[in-house]
């Protein structure tokens, strides 16, 4: 199983993008879905999360501008951002909780990061 995400750039304040994340690979079941973001020297701080059942959470930084959505016939979860700021430059990490025939039970997945960068 892997987690692919694409979707970051270069963006002046004010733009949007959108990043998308697909599961591959033999994949039984995927519960939650989260994004992670990890800003230069900091530490990787969850942005938005969204169950299987559709339920949603957001860091209190991106309510109002970010929307995950996700789509379970492609295994693939997106991230919607508008009125980027600066201080949402980081690198964009996927998460995912996938139950495979490869192990027993789930475990979480991690996708490679893709970089935001917000110019102002």
């Known amino acids: 199983v892997q987690l692919q995400a694409s979707g970051g750039g270069l963006v002046q304040a004010g733009g949007s993008l959108r990043l998308s994340c697909a599961a591959s690979?033999?994949?039984?079941?995927?519960?939650?879905m989260n994004w992670y973001r990890q800003a230069p020297g900091k530490a990787r701080d969850l942005v938005a999360a969204i169950t299987v059942g559709g339920s949603i959470n957001y860091a209190d930084s991106v309510k109002g501008r970010f929307t995950i959505s996700r789509d379970n016939a492609r295994n693939t979860v997106y991230l919607q951002m508008n009125g980027l700021r600066p201080d949402d430059t980081g690198v964009y990490f996927c998460n995912a909780n996938i139950r495979s025939p490869t192990v027993p039970g789930s475990r979480d997945y991690w996708g490679q990061g893709t970089l935001v960068t917000v110019s102002s």
């Open positions: 690979g033999i994949i039984f079941s995927i519960n939650y």
